[in-house]
């Protein structure tokens, strides 16, 4: 952990992703605030039972009134927020024809309403400060989406463009922005979805875990603006 980054924001954190993420930022010493559902909180961090640097809040990340409270929580109650990892997302397959208004309203929720209210508390409070780490979760497929995959690679390249610019907004300051494009990311849900496919070509979470703390570190120039795309053996 360097001396800045201590209080760490991980959303999507009781997934597969997410908690794996969380963990990385834990074995560093940091203090991490996992966000997700279903935790039966009131909007306001706790302690985790186990582990003294763990917390968690529950929000619902679409609603811009509750990213604006919870993030205003976070930095009451925990700390300023020094990084952010947004795994929190979503994926649904569908044909143009064939999506469902409420495929697109998920998929423009889950990956794009979600970082683009989030990013938007954030970002200006690490600025003040002159410091602060965000890294969003893009895919591979948003540099070419393969049949079915339109809409949901539609609203991951819009991240894509959020990390460009935010990152231009920020190029003076300690403060950078980048994106992962990882390919199939190698899950239980996936497995079980995928039963037949190779897993070994799958993108291991432990490594991508490990590249997006790279990415909150100050050694050398920090990168900024960077879309990376991750693959395993293919």
Sequence with gaps: MTEKLQTVVVTGAKGALGSTVAER??????????????????????ADT????????????????????GVAAIADEVGPIDAVVNCAGGFRWT?????????????????????????????PGMKERDYGRVVLISSKSTLNPG????????????LNALTKSVAAEVAELDVTINAVLPSIIDTPANREEMPDADHDKWVKREQLAELIY????????????????VSART
Aim: some cysteine; charged content about 25%; glycine content about 10%.
């Design 50 to 69: 186990e582990r003294d640097n763990l917390h968690w809040i529950e929000i619902n990340l679409s609603e811009a009134q509750a990213v604006r409270d």
């Design 147 to 158: 049949t079915g995959e339109g809409p949901y690679a539609a609203t991951k390249a819009a």
């Design 25 to 46: 930022f834990l074995q560093a010493g940091c203090t991490v605030v996992g966000v997700d559902l279903g935790l039966g909180n009131d909007g306001k961090p706790f």
């Design 214 to 229: 790279s990415l909150t570190q100050s050694v050398g120039e920090p990168i900024n603006g960077a879309l990376i795309p």
């Design 95 to 123: 044909l143009i024809g064939d999506a469902k208004d409420e495929d697109i309203d998920f998929l423009i929720d889950a990956n794009l309403r979600s970082a683009l209210l989030l990013v938007r508390e954030v970002v």
